[in-house]
């Protein structure tokens, strides 16, 4: 009987590491290939992980609770069936992925002992730094005399990455506390009958997300409204026919994606990301799209090359990824890369708002409700009031890098895409 290493497979840009939640079968357990084996929890999303083949559980080697890293072996499963040139290909790939993000670590490492290089390897009064404290001395501007009045809590009175954090934290602390003591009073007063709510952990990362990006990025937000009454009478009358021929519902969520993506054909300065003084330029147009929870929380799937799919492809898209993200069922690769996102205010009959924008990218785009409206018609007879389909979007952009007349253009783009909205063909 063959038996076959199930290791933790890559999840995602930028994570290495990930806990082991709860196993769902036991050591000695047959399973069947893609049957679920464990739940792992990442700082970016909660995955199952699969069987890779059919077989018996031979040993649990991960326990509940311990955090592992990507390309640890987490179990080891034995099996009668012998691996085919699929099977094959399949472990080729995963094990690619491992790769390039074991060497995307090893470069990270390498630039720390490039920053740290620049520091000596020992303080005035003897004490050894290491290449990871060096590092963090030099990123923050950490001083040798500062270095000094630490008690290393390591081997010999080493100081450790913790005591070097504990440093930074209670230099936080003193810097803050002026704005504490300004925003009085920083936790609210409850009375008698108040309940309190703790944070789950995908509302704590939320929030955290929430917060650091109104801090990266100067948040300007932009509104146009849009006519369009000519995109909604035309999917009122194919809706049905869809529906039937593709057995797809076809809802305005893929319209919108697919004039977004059109309009960021034509901007691309869009659909950048800022690091540092450079501006990334992205190639691929991956558009992410806000989608709310059963339980109250925020999950954003991303569609890759929403701008090579046509409106079939879109529609297919958007249902297949919403309907697994409230079944918790995305694949950790399916929430990152995006480039720019949607969000979709109208879903909830709001008339518009101000989203904040997903970090790293740069702009996001609200939609709001379309309403019945009457309406200054132009004709050659002159002007008219009629009653149109008129809706209201909002671009929250990055002010350092999309100055306003690029995000006006754009703006302006999408509503005229919108409102002569016609399909590519499939």
Excluded: C
């Excluded at 995963?94 to 090893?106: A, D, F, K, P, Q």
């Excluded at 954090?165 to 003193?174: F, G, I, P, T, Y």
């Excluded at 009454?229 to 009122?236: L, P």
């Amino acid at each position: 009987m063959a038996r076959m290493n199930i290791i933790l497979p890559a999840m995602g840009e930028g994570v290495i590491e990930a806990t082991i939640n709860k196993w769902l079968v036991k050591a000695g357990a047959e399973v069947k290939e893609d049957d679920p084996l464990v739940e792992v929890a990442t700082d970016k999303v909660d995955s199952e992980i699969p069987a890779p083949s059919a077989g018996i559980i031979a040993e649990i080697m991960a326990t509940e609770g311990s955090v592992v890293k990507v390309g640890d072996t987490i179990a080891i499963l034995e099996s009668n069936i012998v691996a085919g040139p699929e099977e094959t290909m399949k472990v080729e790939k995963e094990v690619e992925r491992i790769r390039e993000t074991i060497n995307s670590v090893r470069e990270e490492k390498k630039e720390e002992l490039q920053v740290s290089g620049e520091m000596k390897s020992r303080t005035p009064s003897g004490k050894f730094l290491s290449p990871l404290v060096r590092n963090i001395a030099a990123r923050e501007g950490i001083s040798y005399s500062d270095l000094d009045r630490i008690q290393g809590t390591g081997m010999d009175g080493r100081i450790t990455r913790d005591d070097i954090l504990r440093l930074l934290d209670e230099r936080n602390k003193k810097i803050s506390e002026p704005e504490k003591k300004a925003d009085e009073p920083v936790r609210p007063a409850t009375a008698q009958g108040d309940e309190i709510i703790e944070m789950d952990r995908v509302r704590r990362l939320i929030a955290e997300h929430m917060v650091m990006s109104k801090r990266t990025s100067a948040h300007v937000t932009s509104f146009i409204d849009a006519d369009v009454t000519r995109m909604v009478n035309w999917r009122n009358s194919v809706k049905d026919v869809f529906l039937s021929r593709e057995g797809q519902k076809l809802t305005l969520t893929p319209i919108f994606i697919d004039a977004a993506a059109r309009a960021l054909t034509e901007f691309p300065m869009i659909n950048v990301s800022v690091d540092g003084n450079n501006i990334i330029k992205r190639k691929n147009i991956n558009i992410g799209m806000a989608t709310a929870l059963t339980d109250g929380n925020l999950i954003v799937p991303v569609i890759k090359n929403a701008n090579e799919k046509n409106l079939t492809g879109l529609a297919r898209a958007v249902n297949d990824l919403a309907g697994r993200a409230r079944d918790n069922k995305l694949k950790p690769d399916e929430i990152t890369g995006g480039t720019f996102t949607v969000t979709n205010f109208g879903s909830y009959n709001n008339l518009s708002g101000t989203p904040i924008i997903n970090q790293p990218q740069a702009a996001i785009l609200g939609t709001g409700a379309v309403r019945k409206m009457a309406a200054v018609i132009e004709t050659p007879d002159g002007d008219m009031i009629g009653i149109r389909q008129i809706m209201i979007l909002s671009l929250s952009y990055d002010h350092r890098v999309i100055d306003g007349a690029l995000a006006g253009r754009f703006l302006n783009r999408i509503k005229e895409i919108l409102e002569n909205y016609t399909p590519d063909p499939a």
